[in-house]
């Protein structure tokens, strides 16, 4: 069950995120909401399905996956792949600090706090069970929300080499999670997928920046 300490957490996280100046309709109440809170409610919802009995801490390092994130636009850094590791890198610093900053002001403690660090910042991916299921919710809410417009933006074989990696950051669990969807993605979407999975390289190989934004 929530405690009143998370429900306050997840408040806060949502009203900053409130702040994106970006706004999405959300497909299924009609809103036009802030991308970012959008975002955030399908992580939550997506981890419910995944592991409903999750911890306290990943319920929080979930919902706070992406939290202002538009601070830090991909244009501030360089172009190439230098300069978006640099970006990436800042990125989860700066989710991390954001969200340990609020956790502290509404009462959580110390080993609380650095243990939501330690999801966002992914330390022990492949060890740590409950950072890669963190992991398997971005993945599979990519592929759900995220992978079709991604698809629209870049060359077919690029994004056949994104959807390979994404496959292989999940564990078994996000696999199958993710396999659940592919029966209702459109018909080119499902063709990619195919092509993903059946280990074929692609005709060119994606630069940095094509990279969706799953982590």
């Not at 405690?3 to 996280?13: G, K, M, N, P, V």
């Not at 919802?45 to 911890?55: G, I, N, S, T, V």
């Not at 590791?85 to 609380?112: F, M, N, P, T």
Request: proline share 6%; charged share 35%; net charge negative.
């Amino acid at each position: 069950m929530s405690s009143d300490r998370l429900a306050t957490a997840l408040a806060r996280f949502d009203a900053l995120n409130a702040e994106d100046p970006r706004r999405e309709r959300d497909p299924v109440s009609g809103e036009e909401i802030a991308f970012e809170v959008l975002y955030a409610r399908r992580m939550t919802e997506r981890l419910e399905q995944l592991a409903p009995d999750a911890p306290e801490v990943l319920r929080l390092a979930v919902r706070a996956q992406h939290i202002a994130r538009w601070r830090i636009p991909r244009e501030s850094y360089p172009d190439g792949r230098v300069g978006y590791k640099r970006w990436r890198s800042q990125l989860a610093r700066a989710h991390a600090d954001v969200a340990a900053g609020i956790l502290g002001e509404v009462g959580y403690e110390a080993d609380a706090i650095r243990r939501v660090r330690e999801l966002l910042l992914k330390q022990g991916l492949r060890r740590d069970p409950e950072v890669q299921t963190l992991e398997d919710v971005a993945c599979v809410v990519f592929l759900e929300h995220y992978f079709a417009d991604f698809a629209r933006k870049h060359e077919r074989a690029k994004v056949v080499d994104i959807a390979r990696k994404t496959w292989k950051k999940m564990s078994p669990r996000g696999q199958g999670a993710a396999a659940a969807l592919a029966g209702g993605l459109p018909v080119e979407l499902r063709s990619i997928l195919d092509d993903a999975l059946a280990g074929e390289p692609p005709d060119a190989a994606p630069d940095a920046d094509a990279a969706p934004e799953t982590d």
